[in-house]
């Protein structure tokens, strides 16, 4: 799921200064789930800058904000509600701020801070597990990430400042390449975790990256 986070009112207050009428979007799929753009947070959106003097012309929580198709649908069905409204604030991850703004020939403002690809272990409590690097080795090191888990991204550790298993870079979380020896232990597959793996080959990750079906 993307993890995102609401930005202050402060910052809010001031990307909408320019504008007076505002069409207000969130999403029902992860921002729904952060609890930062679902039915909730757009309510409560409405009511802010209702009480900052804006007027909100429209709401909607769009399912996937991330699909321009359903953009284009939804937003069309919003009408008038977006014909008078001077720009759209986004409650959704940057990908679907980025989408909608080319569904759209609104302004489009961020409402939301993008932080990253994470698992849910519950409501408010999210871990991150994936940079999308393009170049998975989930299947060498246990299923445990080390170019998001370990502090230095290293993909052969641990580094020399480990320290009874936790990782020496300012905090107190367990060492992922402690992590990634334990797990390769209980599977059996010590011999995967002296395997030396070469500098990353970059230009994988030359953005920005596509994936067209043929
Ligand atoms: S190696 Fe890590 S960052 Fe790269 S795709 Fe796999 S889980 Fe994501
Ligand atoms: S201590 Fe472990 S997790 Fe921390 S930077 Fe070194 S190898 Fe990475």
Redesign the pocket.
């Known amino acids: 799921m993307i993890i995102t986070k609401a930005k202050s009112d402060e910052e809010i207050k001031e990307v909408i200064q320019p504008f007076k009428k505002l069409v207000v979007v969130g999403c029902g799929t992860c921002a729904t789930l952060c609890q930062t753009g679902g039915d909730e947070q757009v309510k409560a959106m409405v009511q802010k800058l209702t009480d900052w003097g804006k007027e909100v012309t429209g709401s909607i929580v769009i399912e996937n904000p991330c699909d321009l198709r359903i953009d284009k649908r939804d937003l069309k069905r919003l009408g008038d509600a977006m014909a008078n409204a001077d720009a759209i604030i986004v409650m959704s991850c940057g990908v679907g701020v980025q989408t909608i703004s080319q569904a759209s020939d609104k302004i489009t403002l961020a409402a939301l801070d993008t932080v990253f690809i994470g698992e849910v272990e519950r409501i408010g409590q999210f871990y991150e ?10 299947n060498e090191t246990g299923g445990i ?1 080390p ?2 888990r370990c502090a230095k991204h290293l993909l052969n550790g641990p580094c020399g400042g480990m320290n009874k298993e936790k990782c020496e870079v300012g905090t107190d979380k367990d060492c992922a390449w402690v992590l990634i020896w334990k797990r390769l232990k209980e599977q059996g597959r010590e011999e995967l975790f002296t395997k030396f793996r070469e500098p990353r080959d970059y230009s994988i990750k030359a953005g920005p990256a596509e994936i067209i079906w043929k």
């Open positions: 597990m994936c940079r999308a690097c393009g170049d998975c080795i989930l990430c170019i998001t």
